[in-house]
Each structure stands twice: as C-alpha cells, then as structure tokens.
C-alpha cells in the first residue's frame, strides 16, 4: 500500500509514522506513507494556498491551483484507488471502512484547513469524504495520522499477532472485554478465577458475556438494541 498525504503543515505528520506499528510496517515494506507539502507546489509570488471566499465571509478557503497540480502529478506516476479528503463534514470513520480501505493499493490523503477546500477540488478530485468523529479539530492532519493508523494496522503482516486485530473492539460490533496479566492477585485485587480455570470454553464464554454486557452499558447504540 502507498499512501501521498497532501498537506500544509507536514511537520505536524512527522511525528505519528516514526514510531511503533505505523514504522515497522514502512520497514517492513508494507506500506509506504509519502507526506507532500501544498505549498511547494503553488505559483503564486509569494506561493499562497488560500484565498478569500467569493461571496464574503470569514475564514479562508484553501485554492485549487496547487492541488490540482500536486494530485495530477501524482495521478501521472500511478493509478489511485481513492482521494480522500479529511474533514468535519464527511461521512463518519468507522471499523468497517478502515477494514475497506486496508485492502487499497494506492490513496491519497488531503488533509483540509481553514474554511476547507475550493468545492471544485472536491467535485472533481475527491473519491470519498471522511471526517474522525463529531467535534472540530483545526486541521486534518491528525485525523488523517488517526485514519492511516486504523487502516495500516490491519495490513496482513503488520501487526505481530495476526489474530489480535480480529478481537479489537468494534470489530464484531461489541466493545472488548476486560484483559489481565500477571501477578493473579496485587494488593488484595485479584483476577476473575475463569481467566485462571484453564477452561477454554468457559474463559470464552465469560468474554463474550463480558463484551455484551459492557457494550450494553456504554455503546447501546452500535448493538442496535437501544
Ligand atoms: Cl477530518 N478534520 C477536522 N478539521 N476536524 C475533524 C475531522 C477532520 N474529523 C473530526 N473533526
């Protein structure tokens, strides 16, 4: 997988992709994240990437011309299944579009600012819309460092226990259950005798209950029992 973030704060992606699973996978030659900065590719004299809006109000909006010119070089050296723009107004990230968009090839990333994007870029560019969750963040970059993080860690071969990823939370509709580890008793506290039992049955039994009884308590809404 190759992913081209569009961007014009690429320092505040610096950091997200250096460390752990996100790392190991661009080691591992499993994905490739490649961050390009919007405004070396404008023309502008003093090489803006905003503008005001036409028809008056605050806030600026980011322009098409370096865009359009840094997606159409891109375009030009392969082919890309998606170009995705990161903002509030998109369809919300959920478990089954990361599960969707780890089986991709090529995507690009365009992180948005301000006011947002010239519509134009999105009618004409942009394959899908994504926004992280209902609040407001002021920029896309984060979003776009959680949103690559969810997709390359289901890539086969990233993650060093395969079958780790399939238990997530989210990932059969339930919350996780809990999860201990030694000691089996600190300080009084001690860990439910099933986990100990040895039981295999039971140990998954007491998981499942578990996991429904949690999801019923906080997430009602994705058990669609409400
Ligand atoms: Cl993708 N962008 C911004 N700016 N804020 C957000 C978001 C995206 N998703 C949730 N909040």
């Not at 996100?22 to 003093?46: F, M, P, V, W």
């Not at 299944?81 to 991709?104: A, F, H, M, V, W």
């Not at 870029?121 to 949103?147: K, M, N, P, Q, W």
């Not at 259950?177 to 099933?194: I, L, S």
Request: aromatic content about 6%; proline content about 4%; glycine content about 8%.
């Amino acid at each position: 997988m190759r992913i081209d973030i569009l961007t014009l704060l690429p320092r505040l992606l610096d950091g997200p992709f250096a460390d752990s699973i996100l790392e190991r996978a661009q080691e591992r030659g499993l994905c490739e994240i490649h961050i390009h900065n919007i405004r070396d590719y404008s023309t502008a004299k003093q090489k803006q990437t905003d503008d005001y809006q036409f028809g008056g109000g605050a806030g600026m909006v980011m322009t098409i011309q370096p865009i359009d010119d840094l997606i159409t070089q891109l375009r030009s050296e392969r082919e890309y299944d998606e170009i995705i723009y990161l903002t509030p107004d998109g369809e919300r990230l959920e478990q089954r579009t990361c599960n969707t968009l780890s089986l991709k090839k090529n995507m690009i990333l365009l992180c948005g600012h301000y006011k947002g994007v010239d519509q134009r870029v999105r009618d004409h560019f942009i394959t899908r819309e994504i926004s992280i969750g209902d609040y407001v963040l002021s920029g896309g970059e984060l979003a776009a460092a959680v949103l690559v993080d969810s997709i390359v860690r289901l890539i086969p071969g990233v993650m060093n226990d395969e079958t780790s990823a399939l238990t997530d939370s989210f990932q059969d509709n339930l919350l996780a259950p809990p999860v201990y580890t030694r000691p089996a008793e600190y300080k009084g506290w001690k860990v439910p005798d099933v986990l100990l039992s040895g039981h295999f049955a039971n140990i998954e039994e007491w998981r499942m209950n578990e996991a429904i009884k949690k999801t019923k308590e906080r997430r009602p809404d994705i058990l669609g029992d409400e």
